[in-house]
């Protein structure tokens, strides 16, 4: 049968070429290489509503305070988790912070002068997550001997622990939009951070808990500790014990469970 309509076909185009109907022929036997495009249905944004103020304000370089006093390390400070700041308020998309440091008053300027510089703000807001340079480090002047007591204060920094927002943007704009700003700004942070939207960072929560929930190895950090298993209680610091293992200093380790 095909092989019926294929010489009935190669008799009729014979016709037309001695008849000069070649073109109305091809006309008729076209084939269509482009079809219909299914585009995604734009977001909502109807309930957004944009602040007074959608800039990043200027964040002071040293604090308000009476008397500045010397303080002692406190590695303590950007070790473990966030217990606050580690969720999203009014903003769609942040930069989370994945290791502790220390923010200096340079840092936080470049965010302020980044974002205020390339966002629309008739479409887009920002805000921090953070708090002003507190914490004072103490440095010796150049030239002086070893000795002589703590030095003066040099500077204040920022302390961020694993999980803190550092600064939100929100209104109506998608994630494409603003991404390679927030990109580009935490390739500059001096620890480890990651641009998340709100589904992204509910998702990593999630992988955690799941790698939790449906471990097949009953030999968990955790339990190994609190039995007390070859004495290994000796060589751990109570750092350890709250956080099960999960974080070596201020560097996160994802795997542990």
């Known amino acids: 049968m095909l092989s019926f309509i294929k010489a009935a076909v190669g008799g009729f185009t014979g016709i037309c070429r001695a008849h000069g109907h070649q073109g109305s022929l091809n006309n008729h036997l076209k084939v269509l290489t482009a079809g219909l495009k299914t585009y995604d249905i734009p977001p909502d944004f109807s309930d957004v509503v944009l602040p007074e103020k959608p800039k990043l304000k200027f964040v002071n370089k040293v604090p308000n305070l009476k008397k500045a006093k010397k303080e002692m390390k406190k590695l303590?400070?950007?070790?473990?988790?966030?217990?606050?700041?580690?969720?999203?308020?009014?903003?769609?998309?942040?930069?989370?912070?994945?290791?502790?440091?220390?923010?200096?008053?340079?840092?936080?300027?470049?965010?302020?002068?980044?974002?205020?510089?390339?966002?629309?703000?008739?479409?887009?807001?920002?805000?921090?997550?953070?708090?002003?340079?507190?914490?004072?480090?103490?440095?010796?002047?150049?030239?002086?001997?070893?000795?002589?007591?703590?030095?003066?204060?040099?500077?204040?920094?920022?302390?961020?622990?694993?999980?803190?927002?550092?600064?939100e943007v929100g209104g109506k704009v998608e994630l494409g939009e603003v991404e390679h700003i927030l990109i580009e700004i935490?390739?500059?942070?001096?620890?480890?951070?990651?641009?998340?939207?709100?589904?992204?960072?509910?998702?990593?929560?999630?992988?955690?808990?799941?790698?939790e929930h449906n471990n097949q190895n009953p030999w968990t950090f955790k339990?190994?500790?609190?039995?007390?298993?070859?004495?290994?209680?000796?060589?751990?610091?109570?750092?350890?014990?709250?956080?099960?293992?999960?974080?070596?200093?201020?560097?996160?380790?994802?795997?542990?469970v």
């Open 186 to 211: 935490a390739k500059k942070l001096p620890f480890p951070a990651k641009v998340m939207s709100r589904e992204s960072l509910e998702v990593m929560h999630k992988k955690q808990a799941d790698m």
């Open 223 to 256: 339990q190994i500790v609190q039995g007390n298993m070859l004495g290994i209680r000796k060589v751990l610091s109570p750092f350890d014990l709250r956080n099960h293992g999960r974080f070596t200093g201020k560097f996160h380790l994802p795997g542990r």
């Open 76 to 167: 303590r400070d950007i070790q473990g988790p966030a217990r606050a700041a580690n969720t999203f308020t009014t903003g769609q998309y942040a930069i989370v912070a994945l290791g502790g440091g220390y923010l200096h008053w340079g840092h936080i300027e470049m965010m302020r002068l980044t974002v205020n510089r390339k966002m629309d703000p008739r479409t887009t807001f920002a805000r921090w997550r953070i708090n002003g340079p507190y914490k004072p480090i103490t440095r010796k002047g150049l030239g002086q001997r070893m000795g002589g007591g703590k030095g003066a204060i040099d500077h204040y920094v920022t302390p961020v622990r694993y999980g803190r927002l550092i600064l």
